[in-house]
Nanobody, 111 residues
């Protein structure tokens, strides 16, 4: 059974940066699309960013230019570097690899 363990997150002021990481316990990480969704208060869960096996990436329009997703296949980890954070980035962030989900991690941005 594959497990995902997310780390990072926390609280930051607007304009600040945070980094999220998600470690995949299985051996097939390099064969899977990985990424992050988030759920903002009273909003539906939305895709933030994903990185494909090829290394190509996809971002939501709301985070383009501010967030960077990367993967380390040797360590089976996906990272999300979040810069220039805005109030509206406040959410619970969920990582995924393939169809497996990690536990949520809270990101709070305050003024």
């Amino acid at each position: 059974q594959v497990n995902l363990v997310a780390s990072g997150g926390g609280s930051v002021q607007t304009g600040g940066s945070l980094s999220l990481s998600c470690a995949h316990s299985g051996s097939a990480f390099r064969l899977l699309t990985a990424g992050w969704y988030r759920q903002r208060p009273e909003k539906q869960r939305e895709l933030v960013a994903q990185i494909f096996v090829s290394g190509n990436t996809e971002y939501s329009d709301s985070v383009k230019g501010r967030f960077t997703i990367s993967r380390d296949n040797t360590k089976s980890v996906v990272h999300l570097q979040m810069n220039s954070l805005k109030l509206e980035d406040t959410a619970v962030y969920y990582c995924f690899t393939g169809t497996t989900w990690g536990q949520g991690t809270q990101v709070t941005v305050s003024s």
